[in-house]
């Protein structure tokens, strides 16, 4: 890719106050220093991908691809053949057999965990280890036990942690909270999100799929994808400060949930209630956003328009998902990294969606 130049003095004072930084060892300093020399030198952030699975081909690698300043330098996935072809496919020069290979290669900068959430852990801390950048997959681990070892291991070394919650970049939901925010729909009273779909071929298969066994996702598919809507619910109106829920499998064709419903308070003072059934007859996907002067109706996945209701007027947010549903995200992380600008989705943000989330299961009190 071609390099481009890009404010860098950001990063040299983020080194200067590792530097002095009382967590960070010898070992740490030199590390992180190696790292920031060569992009200096380079203008360019290396990236090694964990994980070569369905969310890698369209979503989210391509977008690494195409943002200025970035470069996927190496893959790995267990399976070396396929890791192989997936370099080959996507033009990345390098593959490795082993996670370890591809997080102490010293030609990579930054690490992006594209595998199923049971493995987050090992690989997060083991990047952090080394010290370097990092992007994980949502949900940032299956419980939020984990997701704070995973939180406290980047933040106790100052370094970079994002989660790939990319709605928070997208330009529907921010044109959504910006009329949240104006108040053209008055105070926001309480949010419902009401999501079902029939169970698939491959649920009533019976065939293993990891997104469905309980012990790597309690809540099945409420864990891949209603984190989605709760991650982008405290980003619009704020922090939660309780949730409950009950979650209880009905069909008996894998054994995690395959419905759950929930109740939850923002501390801003939004209530919120949502339900999640993977056995109904209908496909529904509505969140419906109750004000005081007014009202918000949108899909959390469907590529759709958002439409505004005011007493004096009607509209649609028309906001086209890109090809590469993480462009804005990879392009945020960019310049949070390269010129210094804040980013939505990190560490400290999904910790606090993997909260809402054990909470909503009760595996937390």
Known sequence: M???SFNLQPLKLHFAKCVFDKHWSGNDVRVFKSIRTKMM??????????????????????????????EVYAVMRRNHELALDYAKRHNVSHVHKSAEALISDPNIDAVYIATPPDTHLEYALAVANVGKICCIEKPLSPSFEESQQIYDAFEKRKIPLFVAYYRRSLPLFNAIKEVVDSGKIGKVRHVAWHYCRPASELDRSKEYNWRTDKNIATGGYFDDLASHGLDIFAYLFGDYSDAKGIGCNQLGLYSSYDSVSATWQHK??????GVWNFGSYTRVDEVIVYGSEGEIRFSIFRDQDAQVVTPTDVFELQHPYPKHIQKFH??????ALLDNKSHPSTGLTALHTSWVMDKILNKIA
């Open 2 to 4: 071609t390099a481009v």
């Open 41 to 70: 030198q380079d203008n360019v952030l290396r990236w090694g991908v964990i994980g070569c699975g369905s969310v890698t081909e369209v979503k989210s690698v391509p977008a690494y691809q195409q943002t200025d300043g970035f």
């Open 268 to 273: 801003s003072g939004v209530t919120g209630t």
């Open 330 to 335: 990879v392009e945020n992380m960019q310049s």
